[in-house]
C-alpha cells in the first residue's frame, strides 16, 4: 500500500504545516527587509518599493504560499478538536484563520503592488497612503 495516500500520512504533513509556516513566515520576512515607518519620506518609500521590487515580489509569493500552510495547519487542529469532540472550537478555528488569511493576503497584495507599480508611478501621497494601511 502506498504509504501518501493513507489518511496518518496527510495528518501527519498537515500538523507539520504550522511549524513550516512559522519557518517560511521567518524566511520570508527576512528577504522582504524593514519596511519604512508610517513617518517616512516619499523618497525613502520608492527608495524601498523600487529598489527592492524583486526581493519584495519574492517575499510576497512566498507568503502568499505560506497562507496553505496555516490553512493546512488549521485544518489539522479541527480535526483534532472534532475529535475530541469540540466541533465549534474547531469551526472557530476555522473561521478565524480565514479571516487572517484574507487580510494577511491583502497586506501582502498592497506591499506587491507597492513594488511592482504604485511606488514607481510618481504618485507619492498613494504611496504613502498605502504604506501607511499596512
Not at 32 to 58: C, E, M, N
Request: aromatic share 12%.
Amino acid at each position: 500500500m502506498n504509504t501518501s495516500t493513507t489518511p496518518a500520512f496527510w495528518e501527519r504533513l498537515w500538523r507539520q504545516s504550522g511549524i513550516n509556516f512559522v519557518v517560511f513566515f521567518v524566511i520570508a520576512c527576512v528577504i522582504y527587509g524593514h519596511l519604512p515607518g508610517v513617518t517616512a519620506s516619499a523618497d525613502a518609500l520608492v527608495g524601498f518599493y523600487t529598489g527592492g521590487r524583486t526581493r519584495i515580489l519574492i517575499a510576497a509569493a512566498l507568503l502568499g504560499l505560506n497562507v496553505l500552510n496555516l490553512m493546512w495547519f488549521v485544518e489539522a487542529l479541527r480535526n483534532t478538536l472534532a475529535d475530541a469532540g469540540k466541533d465549534g472550537w474547531g469551526a472557530a478555528a476555522t473561521a478565524s484563520s480565514a479571516a487572517f488569511g484574507a487580510l494577511f493576503l491583502l497586506l501582502i497584495a498592497i506591499g506587491a503592488g507597492l513594488a511592482y507599480s504604485i511606488a514607481g508611478s510618481g504618485n507619492p501621497t498613494l504611496a504613502s497612503g498605502l504604506n501607511a494601511l499596512g
